[in-house]
């Protein structure tokens, strides 16, 4: 526990900073391409680890394995990160409670689909489960529903947002909308259809991942570059600790009630009640992200009139301090001269009065 409670820290600690690093490098249309493809890493390494999870330990015949191997990955990026990367200037280049439903709902079902899965087929009287990868192609599906939801994301963000200024929010609440059914059909359909049910998920994971790389984009907009860090630190506890910290314990329990005995088909049921509750968070959640639309465009404005003018006020410092080491010092010797100019000036102007 104490372990998992470091690598807490650690994956808290990268997740927060590194999206103000990136939008500090990039602006614009670069700034939301960097971000999805940084966001990759949520849906991918998700799918990756329910994959690599699963052939580790058959290979090994040890599931411990799979979390021997992972940590050499970070070690090569720590030492990548030490050598190669450079703190930029802040600023330089340049919707929490909906982003917390969509936590909610890719952490629920990262955390019980599996085995939801596997009790659906064992339900059916004549079905068994093992003779189905379900670990392995859910972790499949998972990884290209991302992959393929951060880039079409991203895509249409670049190529509205010159039309529809309040396209990120949109694209967000119209994706989590969409998928409220897909999500509804795919918690229906395993105890019919296995490779239904999969084609159910993929859909509506494809569509809960199209705002993962334009929710850092939008938040990092609307926060002056001083105060992003922060921001993004705040949004990440909330989003977490509401979202997918707090949903498996929340579907766990309502299932536990909904149980009558421990058999197969009253755990399945028990389950599939439990998680219809996340369709109506995708309605909520989706319905949250258009709501913040109405505000977007003139939070946006507000931090660009902010940043504009820190701009105009350091080179206006800047311009005087050159100015001031350009003029010459004068000399003890010239300061006899200066004095006499001066007088003969005022007697001038003496002579010119009288």
Same mark, same amino acid.
């Given at each position: ?6 690598? #807490?820290? #650690? @994956? ?26 940084? !966001? ?6 998700? #799918?990756?680890?329910? %994959? ?19 940590? =050499? /990955? ?25 982003? =917390? ?30 003779? !189905? ?28 947002? %010159? ?11 119209? #994706? ?15 105890? !019919? ?55 498996? +314990?929340?579907?766990? /329990? ?8 421990? @058999?197969?088909?009253?755990? !399945? ?18 319905? /949250? ?5 109405? +505000? ?22 800047? @311009?005087?301090?050159?100015?001031? @080491? ?29």
């Amino acid at each position: 526990m104490v372990l998992r409670c470091i690598v #807490g820290i #650690g @994956e808290a600690s990268y997740s927060t900073l590194a999206p103000t690093i990136l939008t500090d490098l990039f602006s614009g249309n670069a700034r939301t391409s960097i971000l999805g493809f940084f !966001y990759f890493a949520v849906p991918v390494g998700s #799918g990756l680890g329910f %994959v690599l999870g699963s052939v580790i330990a058959n290979a090994t015949h040890n599931w411990t394995w799979a979390l021997r191997i992972t940590p =050499t /990955l970070g070690v090569f990026c720590t030492l990548a990160l030490i050598a190669f990367h450079k703190d930029p200037p802040r600023g330089r280049a340049d919707v929490s409670l909906g982003f =917390t439903g969509d936590c909610f709902v890719l952490g629920a079902l990262a955390w019980f689909s599996v085995d939801y899965i596997q009790d659906a087929i064992n339900a059916r009287g004549y079905g068994d489960a093992s003779k !189905y990868p379900v670990a392995l192609l859910f972790g499949i599906s998972t990884c290209f529903a991302g992959l393929l939801g951060v880039v079409v994301g991203t895509a249409l963000a670049r190529a509205l947002r %010159v039309y529809i200024t309040r396209i990120d929010a949109y694209i967000c609440g119209a #994706g989590l909308l969409m998928s409220a059914p897909f999500v509804f059909a795919g918690l229906v359909s395993p105890i !019919y259809s296995f490779y239904l049910c999969l084609g159910f998920v993929f859909v509506g994971q494809f569509l809960i991942c199209l705002n993962w790389a334009l929710i850092s984009d939008v938040t990092m907009s609307v926060v002056i570059p001083t105060r992003r860090a922060t921001a993004n630190a705040f949004q990440m506890l909330m989003s977490h600790a509401l979202g997918d910290a707090i949903s498996p +314990f929340i579907i766990g /329990l309502i299932a536990d009630t909904q149980m009558t005995s421990n @058999e197969v088909t009253s755990r !399945y049921l028990g389950m599939q009640r439990a998680l219809l509750m996340n369709v109506f968070v995708c309605i909520i959640a989706g319905f /949250l992200f258009l709501c913040s639309s109405w +505000f977007l465009e003139s939070a946006k404005a507000r931090v660009q009139f902010i940043v504009e003018a820190s701009q105009v006020n350091q080179f206006d410092v800047r @311009e005087t301090e050159v100015e001031a @080491e350009s003029q010459p010092l004068l000399r003890s010797d010239d300061l006899g001269t200066v004095r006499t100019q001066s007088w003969h000036s005022f007697a001038r102007t003496d002579l010119a009065l009288t």
